[in-house]
C-alpha cells in the first residue's frame, strides 16, 4: 500500500475553485456569457522517483493553441479554444460548451530538468513528461 502525503492546501484550492465555478453560473447575466467565459482544463499530477507526468484534457484544441512555459520551477498552461460559428443565421437553443482563454499555474513538487521537457498532445489529451535535476533524486547512501 502506498503513502499518500495529505495536502490540506490543495483540497481547498480545489474547494474554492468549484465554488468559483458556482458563483460564476449562478451571476452569469445570460448563457452567451456562459459560453465564452474563462475555463479550466482538468490535469493530474503523478510523480515518481524519476519524472514528473502532467495529464491535461484540452478537448477541441490543437497543439497551436496551447502554451507552455516553466519559470521559477512554476509551469504555466495557458491557451484559447475559439468558437467556430458556421452558421450565422442559426438559433441555438442551448450552448453548453464552454469557449475562451484559459491559464492554469502549477508549482511543481521537484526541480526538474527544463531542457529535456517533453509534450505530447493526442485526442485532446496533452501529457508532459519532466525528468527530475539530478540533485532532486533519491540516491541510495551505502553503509559502510
Do not use: C
Amino acid at each position: 500500500m502506498a503513502v499518500v502525503r495529505w495536502r490540506p492546501l490543495r483540497e481547498m484550492t480545489s474547494l474554492q475553485r468549484e465554488m468559483n465555478r458556482v458563483f460564476d453560473s449562478f451571476f452569469q447575466d445570460n448563457e452567451e456569457n456562459a459560453s465564452t467565459s474563462a475555463w479550466y482544463p482538468s490535469v493530474d499530477i503523478k510523480e515518481t522517483a524519476e519524472k514528473i507526468d502532467i495529464y491535461a484534457e484540452l478537448p477541441g484544441l490543437t497543439k497551436d493553441d496551447i502554451k507552455l512555459s516553466i519559470r521559477d520551477n512554476v509551469l504555466q498552461l495557458s491557451g484559447e479554444k475559439n468558437r467556430e460559428d458556421d452558421e450565422a443565421d442559426a438559433n441555438f437553443h442551448r450552448v453548453e460548451r464552454v469557449y475562451g482563454t484559459f491559464s492554469r499555474s502549477f508549482t511543481l513538487p521537484a526541480k526538474v530538468q527544463v531542457d529535456k521537457v517533453q509534450a505530447l498532445f493526442k485526442d485532446g489529451v496533452l501529457h508532459l513528461e519532466l525528468p527530475k535535476a539530478e540533485e532532486e533524486k533519491a540516491r541510495l547512501i551505502q553503509i559502510k
